[in-house]
Nanobody
């Protein structure tokens, strides 16, 4: 299984970015997917996740109402739409796949596969 994350970049506060995570080697409808992020000097933080069925999506409190996770089954790709970005959102963003859990969980050790990370920098 390989996950290819893309879409990061530099954006001003209040702007938007869309991250993509393309999967190969496993169908996302059989997988639970999540986005994590790691800011400089901090631990890896759960951002949000989408269940195998696609019917259960949840987010960490700090991004609720600003970030949206979606999935395109035909492209086997999951997205993270980020709006109203803040400097505190600056981090390397990782997508992750769990083959065991049917819904997303916050524990990073629940995920078997990880993308390489894409850097998001939000300037004030």
């Amino acid at each position: 299984v390989q996950l290819q994350a893309s879409g990061g970049g530099l954006v001003q506060a209040g702007g938007s970015l869309r991250l993509s995570c393309a999967a190969s080697g496993r169908t996302l409808t059989d997988s639970t997917m999540a986005w994590f992020r790691q800011a400089p000097g901090k631990g890896r933080e759960f951002v949000g996740g989408i269940s195998r069925s696609g019917g259960n999506i949840h987010y960490t409190d700090s991004v609720k109402g600003r970030f949206t996770i979606s999935r395109d089954n035909a492209k086997n790709t999951v997205y993270l739409q980020m709006n109203s970005l803040k400097p505190d959102d600056t981090a390397v963003y990782y997508c992750a796949l769990s083959s065991c859990y049917s819904v997303s969980v916050r524990r990073f050790d629940a995920y078997d596969y990880w993308g390489q990370g894409t850097l998001v920098t939000v300037s004030s």
